[in-house]
């Protein structure tokens, strides 16, 4: 197994340059399947690494003979969706042409996962479909049970944490174009998105234009074949956008639970997460033949 770190440089709409980082985890070759595990991070757009994935999960990905990459996107509220969305793609067709003989599969988490099912979308647009999604409790139709994510505040946070003030939300934020944020540096601020009702806005959503950031029914059926994973008791992502995605899908596998949480992979000594993960890649194998 060998690790390699790469940058990439583009420039934004303000004319600033942008550097993405991009973590590149090759197999042995004995057990090389010329297959790439595309892998997008969680945390709401407004935070996060694109390391985080627990050693477990890497090591089990690798084992199986897939190259893991993973990479940067500029994080809101510097960059608006829009932005997040439009660098995610040319990320991923730079990226993707280090392994043109590769099968590609895209895997995101929470947000992450949003990210990687409007990609797939425009992939299959492009001609260029990824082989299968790997959704870990994601979401990609924000005008229905993500709507009040968006733009409600959260009793759930709300009683969670205590309330933050805006100035501290403010000092939060920064003001500079960020690609790597971890939790404990920015946490504070999904935060007090949730507790406020502004997580929407802190993104570049408004109730106008949340269509254009969705795929509806239509466009969830046209997706390739999918892998979801999600907690019933999922506070963060109403676990109702895996249901109906699951249905809407032409093609989807299913691992879900009861009771875990939102991210509940994050726990490697349950056996939900390992057992998650390790489904993902049986199904990810089955459609590789």
């Known amino acids: 197994m060998s690790r390699e770190t790469q940058m990439l440089s583009f420039e934004t709409t303000e004319r600033e340059e942008l550097e993405l980082g991009i973590t590149i985890m090759h197999p042995d070759l004995s057990v090389d399947r010329h297959a790439v595990l595309y892998y997008l991070h969680g945390g709401g757009l407004l935070f996060g690494t694109r390391d985080d994935l627990p050693d477990c999960y890497s ?99 709300r009683r969670l944490y205590a309330l933050l003030k805006p100035a501290v939300a403010h000092k939060l934020s920064g003001t500079s174009l960020i690609c790597n944020a971890p939790l404990e540096q920015r946490f504070g601020l999904y935060v007090y998105a949730r507790q406020t009702g502004t997580w929407g806005s802190l993104i ?51 691992y879900f639970i009861d009771n875990g949480g939102h991210d509940f992979d994050r726990d490697t000594t349950h056996p939900d997460g390992p057992g998650a993960w390790n489904a993902c890649l049986e199904w990810a194998e089955c459609l590789l033949g």
């Open 204 to 254: 570049g959503i408004s109730q106008d234009n949340v269509g254009s950031f969705s795929l509806d029914d239509k466009a969830q059926g046209e997706l390739p074949p999918l892998f979801i994973t999600a907690s019933r008791d999922d506070q963060d992502v109403p676990f109702q956008n895996s249901e109906k995605l699951a249905q809407n899908a032409r093609s989807a596998e299913t």
């Open 59 to 157: 090591s089990a990905i690798l084992k199986k003979g897939f190259t893991l990459v993973a990479t940067d996107y500029p994080l809101a509220p510097q960059a608006s969706i829009g932005e997040i969305l439009d660098i995610v793609e040319k990320t991923y067709h730079t990226a993707n042409k280090s392994f043109p003989e590769s099968r590609t599969f895209l895997c995101g988490r929470s947000a992450g996962a949003y990210l990687c099912l409007m990609l797939a979308r425009k992939l299959k647009l492009q001609g260029v479909p990824p082989i299968g999604i790997m959704d870990f409790y994601g979401y990609c139709n924000l005008t229905s049970e993500m709507r009040s994510a968006l733009f409600q505040p959260s009793i759930f946070y």
